[in-house]
């Protein structure tokens, strides 16, 4: 990720984290972060590069991890692909296909 991403990202945590109403402290100790670390990453002074704090700051957050980082998406006027955030990290990526919307018939449970 680079600079311009990682604040990008990191002002999107900050306004997540203003609009549910929930101090720097609250939303750092939720995810097992320090006030500093997350700060930093609100200021684009650390990247969230790691699937690990995507979903720790997420789930302290109340939201997906999807909502937090922006991938390219279909473009259907031209079938290219929007340009967004991406992150270079095979494990983050993963995650992300792991988790994008499914519908019910493509959803499989451990059973089948």
Known sequence: MDGEDARTTGRRVRQVRYSRGKSLRVVAGLAGISASHLHRIETGERALDS??????????LEIAPSELIRLPV??????????????GSAPVAQLLIALRPRTCGQVRFSSE
């Open 51 to 60: 699937v690990k704090q995507i979903v720790a700051i997420a789930t302290a």
């Open 74 to 87: 279909p473009a259907p006027a031209n079938g290219g692909t929007d340009s967004c955030p991406v992150f």
